[in-house]
């Protein structure tokens, strides 16, 4: 399992660059040292945080 707020940095990372790279797929993935090891995020995990960044900030106001 990946700790939520590393998820959360992604789905925002991959957000800023959909914007700046439209069109493009952005994929998302840890780089694990103990291992080492690689772990792609899925693309369904990184919406649905999204989803409830989005909805928390629509919620609280910070949306313009």
């Known amino acids: ?18 914007r700046v790279l439209p069109g493009r797929r952005i994929a998302c993935a840890l780089v694990l040292t103990e291992g080492p090891n690689l772990m792609e995020l899925p693309q369904a995990l990184l919406d649905a945080e999204m989803a409830h960044i989005s909805a928390r900030l629509d919620h609280e106001g910070g949306r313009s």
Do not use: F
């Open 1 to 18: 399992d990946v700790p939520r707020i590393y998820v959360a940095q992604m789905a925002l990372y991959r957000a800023a660059l959909e």
